[in-house]
C-alpha cells in the first residue's frame, strides 16, 4: 500500500514563513501523515529540524534539489 504524501511549495519564502506554513498544514493532517515541504529559504535546512524537535513531528529526511531543501515530516501525535 502506496502512503500518500501531502505537498506544501514554501519556495520564494523566506523565514519564518515556510515555517509558520509547515505548522499550519501540519495541523490540518492526522497524526502519522506525511508531509514534504520544498523551500529555497536557506535558513530553512536549520529551522524544520528545530520546529519538528521541539514540536513533537518526525522528520524523516532532508535533502538537496539544486537550490531547494526538500524535507520530509511525519505529523507527530
Partial sequence: MD???EEL??????????VLKTRKRLAA?????????RTTDPAAEIDL??????AGHDL?????DGGAVICLIRRGA
Fill in 3 to 5: 502512503e500518500r504524501i
Fill in 60 to 64: 524523516v529526511s532532508v535533502a538537496r
Fill in 9 to 18: 511549495d514554501a519556495e520564494g519564502l523566506l523565514c519564518p514563513l515556510p
Fill in 29 to 37: 493532517l492526522a497524526p502519522g501523515a506525511l508531509l514534504r515541504v
Fill in 49 to 54: 529540524p528545530v520546529f519538528c524537535a521541539q
